[in-house]
């Protein structure tokens, strides 16, 4: 139903995935939902990439402008980038797989279901990148045509 939390935020971990770098957040989540954990994600859009700002946003456009007329198609808002990050760390094509991707959820921002509820900072942040620019999926959206509501 509609209002009703996807999963209740006693037996799911809650992730504000503020400032927290792509790769390193999937792996962790893939890892976790494959040991049968639920996982709430919240504020996707503020995920971030590393790599140079410009050659970053390429590459996403490049890979959503090959998948026009018959797929492989990529997402383009942010919680379809994180899913799809995570997806590629799965075993998506077996039943095992299938489960684990259906444990995890991203949202943009935070829903009203979970606005009281305390959230868990992932391990590796933007501080652990190191030199280098990056960039956050909320930007590379809307730079490949996302229809930005966040």
Known sequence: ???????????????????????????????????????????TENIVVSG??????????????????????????????????????LPYKKQRGKDALSRVRFYVGVPAEYDDEDFEKPDKVLDDIGRGGY??????SEKIGANVTW
């Open 52 to 89: 140079e700002k410009s050659e970053v946003v390429d590459d996403y456009r490049g890979k959503v402008e090959r998948s026009v007329d018959r797929g492989p198609f990529h997402p383009r808002r942010p919680e379809g980038v994180a899913n799809r990050a995570v997806r590629g760390m």
């Open 135 to 140: 960039v956050t999926l909320g930007e590379i």
């Open 1 to 43: 139903m509609k209002g009703e939390p996807d999963f209740d935020a006693d037996e799911a971990m809650l992730i504000d995935s503020e400032g927290a770098v792509l790769g390193r957040l999937a792996s962790t989540l893939a890892s976790e939902s494959l040991d049968g954990e639920k996982i709430v994600i919240v504020n």
